[in-house]
């Protein structure tokens, strides 16, 4: 953990030499992308974990949060070079503020729940949302 830590400080000085900025650009630039949240990360080792948590579980990001990805995964890559950085979105939580109706709380969710909290961001209140319901059968033996 002392070393996921320096790495997250690693990553901040990263961000700042690449001069990204932590806010969501209000206009496009050519020679830096936008962050518009504050990303911490721990990398660990799969070998440490038992092997039903470093299972992957499918979770497809959304893109609010690919600018982020993108920029982490670039920082990883120039400081490890043949690892393979893998995203455990079952592994992770997110502190977010949200605004219902009139009043806004704040939230400590997992990392699913934020990419179902996300697509509502830009949901008014006489649209909605429909999802597709697959069933699928593990069987652990």
């Avoid at 690892?83 to 979105?89: A, E, F």
């Avoid at 997992?110 to 697509?119: C, G, I, P, Q």
Wanted: include cysteine; aromatic fraction near 10%.
């Amino acid at each position: 953990m002392r070393i996921s830590s320096e790495a997250g400080n690693s990553f901040r000085n990263y961000v700042t030499r690449q001069g990204v900025s932590d806010q969501i650009d209000t206009e496009p630039h050519a020679d830096r992308q936008g962050i518009p949240l504050e990303l911490t990360v721990n990398v660990l080792t799969a070998s440490y974990w038992p092997q039903p948590i470093v299972v992957s579980t499918p979770c497809t990001f959304s893109d609010q949060l690919s600018p982020a990805m993108s920029m982490f995964q670039k920082y990883y890559d120039s400081r490890h070079n043949g690892r393979r950085l893998t995203w455990q979105g079952s592994l992770g939580t997110a502190d977010v503020r949200v605004r219902f109706k009139t009043r806004s709380h704040d939230l400590n969710v997992s990392t699913h729940a934020l990419v179902v909290l996300l697509l509502f961001e830009n949901v008014s209140g006489d649209d909605s949302l429909s999802y597709a319901v697959s069933f699928l059968t593990r069987y652990v033996f």
